[in-house]
T-cell receptor
Framework: ETGVTQSPTHLIKTRGQQVTLRCSSQSGHNTVSWYQQALGQGPQFIFQYYREEENGRGNFPPRFSGLQFPNYSSELNVNALELDDSALYLC??????????????FGQGTRLTVV | GNSVTQMEGPVTLSEEAFLTINCTYTATGYPSLFWYVQYPGEGLQLLLKATKADDKGSNKGFEATYRKETTSFHLEKGSVQVSDSAVYFCALVSLEYGNKLVFGAGTILRVKS
């Protein structure tokens, strides 16, 4: 079975630009969650997609948006980038929203730097 | 709301020393508790988990016991190795929030040879 892969691994953008990050979920997993990990902090939940529908959102502004495709891969889009958006963005996949004892499998992350 | 508090780091130990990283939580209902580890330049890997009170999770010599009375899930290892150097995150999932993980701030562990 394949793991969770994210692309690109590193990215530098200018304030005000837009960015798209991509995630391929683990084989057989239909649920993808995105997290933002600022330097020296724990990951913060952005949103989750289950079977192509958004299923819950954390405390992030609307300029953070996402998509999930029929093959369950996912995109995270951020518009009007701000310096504070600089972080490691992590994607995690689970099966059927997951149960309380289900392991979430994480990708290696995309390091976004906004200058 | 749900939250996780971890001891601040960095924690610096010599090889073969005993490790404890404290974690306490606040949650409604009966959360599941996890420890994730992040090696340099990598994503998160599940280290161990416990899904109900008094459960003990264990993996690779690490252990943590779900203590409902003290709302704690402290990570321990009897003898650390240089290869254990990483950032450790305590996290929880509760039924009210599906499988959205709530993480602590992380604790950096440095093990010297």
């Amino acid at each position: 079975e394949t793991g969770v892969t994210q692309s690109p691994t590193h990215l530098i953008k200018t304030r005000g630009q837009q960015v798209t990050l991509r995630c391929s979920s683990q084989s057989g997993h239909n649920t993808v969650s995105w997290y933002q990990q600022a330097l020296g902090q724990g990951p913060q939940f952005i949103f989750q997609y289950y079977r192509e529908e958004e299923n819950g959102r954390g405390n992030f502004p609307p300029r953070f948006s996402g998509l999930q495709f029929p093959n369950y891969s996912s995109e995270l889009n951020v518009n009007a980038l701000e310096l504070d958006d600089s972080a490691l963005y992590l994607c995690a996949s689970t099966l059927d929203l997951g149960q309380l004892n289900t392991e979430a499998f994480f990708g290696q992350g995309t390091r976004l730097t906004v200058v | 709301g749900n939250s996780v508090t971890q001891m601040e780091g960095p924690v610096t130990l010599s090889e073969e020393a005993f490790l404890t990283i404290n974690c306490t939580y606040t949650a409604t209902g009966y959360p599941s508790l996890f420890w994730y580890v992040q090696y340099p330049g990598e994503g998160l890997q599940l280290l161990l988990k416990a899904t109900k009170a008094d459960d003990k999770g264990s993996n690779k010599g690490f252990e943590a016991t779900y203590r409902k009375e003290t709302t704690s899930f402290h990570l321990e290892k009897g003898s650390v190795q240089v290869s254990d150097s990483a950032v450790y995150f305590c996290a929880l999932v509760s039924l009210e929030y599906g499988n959205k993980l709530v993480f602590g701030a992380g604790t950096i562990l440095r093990v010297k040879s």
